[in-house]
Each structure stands twice: as structure tokens, then as C-alpha cells.
């Protein structure tokens, strides 16, 4: 059985950090290639962070210089380091996992930063 668990989200000042962990299990991790997406309430979801199976990675303009994303095969788990957050990152987090048609999501992390 496939399990995708985002965790890791909080309180955060403006200019701080928080660092978001997505554990997949039930699948053959390493294949998929992962993504974070924020939704924000009242906005549609929106793709933050790419990593592949080759751990190329691609972000958005809005998080590119603040995010890093990374993955561990060892541990079925992806990051997500935020830096120098915004207010404007408040959002829940979700982490997609996706090979061919073998499309998994998680239920989210909150995320909140306060001005």
C-alpha cells in the first residue's frame, strides 16, 4: 500500500527557515520524479519544485535562490529547504510523486509566515 507523508511545516518569522520532508513508501521511490506545490487559500496550486530520478532540479521564479529541493533513496524521502521565507509562501505544501501513471499525492503541510 502506497503511503506519502508531508511533514515539517510551522510558524515561521519572515527571513527564517523551515525545512519540509515528504516519506513515500509501498513504491519503488527512486524511479519517480517529485514535486512541491503550494496552495494558498482562495489560489489555484501551483508547482514550487521539481527533483527527477537523475536529481535534476527546476523551481519556480518566486522560490528560485530560497528553495532547495532534495532527495534520500536510502530513507523514500524528498526535502524541501525554505529560506528566507515571505509571507507570501504561506501556503499548505503538497508532495507529488509521479511514474508514467502511477501518480501519488500527500495531504499537505501548513506552512505560515508571519510579517
Known amino acids: 500500500q502506497v503511503r506519502v507523508v508531508e511533514s515539517g511545516g510551522g510558524l515561521a518569522q519572515s527571513g527564517g527557515s523551515l525545512r519540509l520532508s515528504c516519506a513515500a513508501s509501498g513504491m519503488i521511490f527512486s524511479v519517480y520524479t517529485i514535486k512541491w506545490y503550494q496552495q494558498a487559500p482562495g489560489k489555484q496550486r501551483e508547482l514550487v519544485a521539481t527533483?527527477?530520478?537523475?536529481?535534476?532540479?527546476m523551481y519556480a521564479d518566486s522560490v528560485k535562490g530560497r528553495f532547495t529541493i532534495s532527495r534520500d533513496n536510502d530513507k523514500n524521502t524528498v526535502y524541501l529547504q525554505m529560506n528566507s521565507l515571505k509571507p507570501e509562501d504561506t501556503a499548505v505544501y503538497l508532495c507529488?510523486?509521479?511514474?508514467?501513471?502511477?501518480?501519488?499525492w500527500g495531504q499537505g503541510t501548513q506552512v505560515t509566515v508571519s510579517s
Open positions: 507529488n510523486l509521479r511514474w508514467y501513471t502511477y501518480d501519488y
Open positions: 527533483i527527477t530520478k537523475d536529481r535534476l532540479t
